[in-house]
């Protein structure tokens, strides 16, 4: 977990990963430099649970993969999961994505669906995707980001083969990007047709403060993707609407939640 300047909802972010019904977890917290009273929150989680552990960085570097890659060189599990510091996992986040690992063994990232976290449940709603639109490969993900950092879990070692997050500042709000798309083009990524949690929509983000398209573009220029140039036509985006938000509440709210209360393997789309 990344960590900056977030006393607000930090706490919320560690309780959910505390809630997890998978309880053999370590949860690496990399402070940097914050200068409010983020620091303070996380050492009482420290004091409190020995599973949670923390670190500072010398200083602020404003780079999201250089805090998850100081996390990653941390870790001594198998595998990784990213929660950003203002997002929040459900109970069953780890236990289902861990059981698509555990029967497959091909499978090198696993993610899955968060909701927007918003006081209106209509916005909130209105961040259901269409499962056939979050199948991550080589070829999906030359044209788009489907993944969603705090939704991920990957092998550490796959992790550890391709260096973790670039540090460039020109893939900067990218760089988990540019690892999904290194990580699915030689390996297995797999979507899990559950909502694993939420995350919070603001307009104080990496991506709200990042001029996107110059990153996508520098993006583009290193993998030979044309992510930049992507987009649908507006009859097309809306008959895909028409279509999809009925197809997810189904998937999600009735499929998905299913298999969660029964226990039933979960539904996933490569």
């Given at each position: 977990?990344?960590?900056?300047?977030?006393?607000e909802h930090i706490s919320e972010a560690i309780d959910s990963v505390r809630r997890q019904n998978f309880e053999d977890w370590e949860l690496i917290v990399v402070d940097d430099c914050s200068t409010d009273s983020t620091p303070d929150i996380v050492h009482r989680y420290v004091t409190m649970d020995p599973r949670v552990r923390s670190t500072r960085t010398n200083k602020n570097t404003n780079l999201p993969g250089a805090a998850?890659?100081?996390?990653?060189?941390?870790?001594?599990?198998?595998?990784?999961?990213?929660?950003?510091?203002?997002?929040?996992?459900?109970?069953?986040?780890?236990?289902?994505?861990?059981?698509?690992?555990?029967?497959?063994?091909?499978?090198?990232?696993?993610?899955?669906?968060?909701?927007?976290?918003?006081?209106?449940?209509?916005?909130?709603?209105?961040?259901?995707?269409?499962?056939?639109?979050?199948?991550?490969?080589?070829?999906?993900?030359?044209?788009?980001?489907?993944?969603?950092?705090?939704?991920?879990?990957?092998?550490?070692?796959?992790?550890?083969?391709?260096?973790?997050?670039?540090?460039?500042?020109?893939?900067?709000?990218?760089?988990?990007?540019?690892?999904?798309?290194?990580?699915?083009?030689?390996?297995?990524?797999?979507?899990?047709?559950?909502?694993?949690?939420?995350?919070?929509?603001?307009?104080?983000?990496?991506?709200?403060?990042?001029?996107?398209?110059?990153?996508?573009?520098?993006?583009?220029?290193?993998?030979?993707?044309?992510?930049?140039?992507?987009?649908?036509?507006?009859?097309?985006?809306?008959?895909?609407?028409?279509?999809?938000?009925?197809?997810?509440?189904?998937?999600?709210?009735?499929?998905?939640?299913?298999?969660?209360?029964?226990?039933?393997?979960?539904?996933?789309?490569?």
């Amino acid at each position: 977990m990344p960590a900056f300047n977030m006393q607000e909802h930090i706490s919320e972010a560690i309780d959910s990963v505390r809630r997890q019904n998978f309880e053999d977890w370590e949860l690496i917290v990399v402070d940097d430099c914050s200068t409010d009273s983020t620091p303070d929150i996380v050492h009482r989680y420290v004091t409190m649970d020995p599973r949670v552990r923390s670190t500072r960085t010398n200083k602020n570097t404003n780079l999201p993969g250089a805090a998850r890659n100081i996390g990653i060189a941390m870790a001594t599990g198998s595998y990784i999961a990213f929660l950003d510091h203002d997002d929040i996992w459900r109970s069953i986040k780890l236990e289902r994505q861990l059981k698509v690992f555990s029967l497959d063994d091909s499978v090198d990232l696993v993610h899955s669906h968060l909701l927007g976290l918003h006081e209106s449940p209509f916005v909130r709603f209105t961040t259901l995707s269409n499962p056939f639109r979050r199948r991550a490969n080589k070829s999906t993900l030359s044209e788009r980001n489907m993944i969603q950092c705090s939704s991920v879990m990957v092998k550490s070692s796959t992790l550890r083969h391709h260096g973790g997050f670039s540090k460039d500042q020109e893939l900067r709000a990218v760089e988990d990007y540019d690892l999904w798309f290194r990580i699915a083009s030689g390996g297995k990524a797999v979507f899990v047709s559950e909502i694993h949690g939420h995350y919070r929509m603001t307009g104080s983000g990496t991506l709200a403060n990042t001029r996107l398209s110059e990153k996508l573009k520098s993006f583009d220029e290193r993998n030979e993707t044309h992510s930049a140039r992507y987009q649908r036509g507006k009859i097309k985006r809306i008959v895909a609407g028409i279509f999809a938000f009925p197809v997810a509440i189904y998937i999600y709210f009735i499929d998905g939640e299913f298999r969660i209360r029964a226990g039933i393997y979960p539904r996933i789309w490569t």
